[in-house]
């Protein structure tokens, strides 16, 4: 097994260095039952009873992204949407939440939508104005501040140890959406937040062949029981297969985010100087507002995303999508192929997106070609 002092570069490679005692296979199996056989007296001493509550495929992964983000135990689910939802419907009628005026998309819909039905109170506000988040705070009330970063698909990047230090301040919790930043870049946890949510989709699977989430929690209390209540309740839980390929990806991870990282830092150098790019949002360009902050949170890259605000608007945007080859036309990001998208498209006319906006996801292929194939459609 790996040690307390292992890199994440060991702790990924080896899954934990986890090998099956009975057949000395270096590669967890895949349980594909759905059910466990009770002792003689009615109980489950092994642990497990059915699998909606319990799958032994889980154990790896949820160790291994516990120990990448320092917490105290990780849940898996079977979409980012069901892993950032749980924290949520683990509350009840009358509390409050906060999350920012530009996140994901699918999360914002919903939580503007069904939840506030449900009797919840949802404030959006601007975390890059900490005043803000202070205002909107409502003691005995507020239980979540909510925060994406960086916040898709702006790449705005918020001061988590201060969110933690205001949501503390009235007894509320910090949960962050870390998809984008992934374990290896930004630890949530050691700033003080109390859970952290991976759409395991995108980076940590990273090969477009997984639905997945993840949902770390710093200390397992009360609240987090719920969240387990939440997943087992309403079958939230991710398949056998996919948890297996979910671990076979995060093998690679570290190599995969620093490589997506390079090459999102490289095309953000290049395409701000390009003739058809009116901005480059991206966290790792010194011209980025929270450029500072970035380099403080995050270590070891800037993550592999991006996003160009095209000269000639909307329609040039949507021209330079459908003009690319290598860039793939797809929703989705954090894959080893690179993938472009209009968002104000997916998003509708309420977006609160630019229209003139592409959203980047830079994959492990050359960056100059990557760059190349942007220059022509461009053009």
Not at 271 to 290: D, K
Request: charged share 20%; glycine share 8%.
């Amino acid at each position: 097994m790996t040690s307390n002092n292992s890199s994440p570069e060991t702790l990924c490679a080896q899954a934990m260095g986890w090998i099956d005692e009975t057949t000395k296979a270096i590669v967890q199996p895949v349980h594909v039952s759905t059910t466990y056989l009770r002792d003689e007296d009615n109980e489950y001493r092994s642990g497990r009873s059915y699998v909606r509550g319990d799958n032994p495929t889980w154990d790896q992964g949820e160790a291994l992204i516990t120990r990448l983000e320092n917490g105290a135990a990780t849940l898996l689910f079977s979409a980012g949407m069901a892993a950032a939802t749980a924290p949520f419907l683990a509350l009840r009628p009358g509390d409050h939440v906060v999350i920012p005026e530009v996140m994901y998309w699918a999360l914002r819909k919903w939580l503007l939508g069904p939840l506030t039905e449900w009797g919840i109170k949802v404030d959006l506000v601007d975390m890059t104005e900490l005043e803000r988040v202070q205002a909107a705070m409502r003691p005995g009330k507020t239980k979540i501040i909510w925060a994406e970063t960086p916040s898709n698909p702006m790449w705005q990047v918020f001061d988590l140890k201060a969110l933690a230090e205001i949501a503390h301040s009235v007894g509320a919790r910090l949960a962050v959406d870390s998809t984008c930043a992934t374990p290896i870049l930004t630890q949530p946890i050691a700033l003080g937040a109390d859970l952290v949510m991976h759409a395991a989709t995108k980076y940590l699977n990273g090969h477009s062949d997984v639905l997945a989430g993840s949902l770390t929690t710093a200390r397992q209390d009360e609240y987090w029981q719920r969240i387990c209540g939440v997943r087992t309740s309403c079958g939230a839980v991710l398949g056998s297969f996919e948890a297996w390929l979910l671990v076979r990806g995060m093998r690679t991870l570290p190599l995969r985010v620093k490589q997506c990282s390079a090459n999102a830092l490289y095309l953000a150098e290049q395409l701000e100087r390009h003739p058809g790019v009116e901005q480059v949002l991206y966290p790792g360009l010194p011209s980025h507002p929270q450029h500072a902050l970035a380099r403080r949170q995050m270590h070891g890259g800037f993550g592999g995303m991006l996003s160009i605000r095209v000269k000639g608007g909307e329609a040039a945007a949507v021209r330079c999508a459908a003009r690319v080859q290598l860039w793939k036309r797809a929703t989705s990001l954090g894959g080893v192929e690179s993938l472009i998208e209009h968002r104000a498209s997916i998003e509708g006319p309420s977006t609160p997106v630019p229209r003139d906006l592409l959203r980047l996801s830079a994959g492990i292929e050359s960056g100059e070609e990557l760059l190349a194939d942007l220059a022509q459609a461009l053009t």
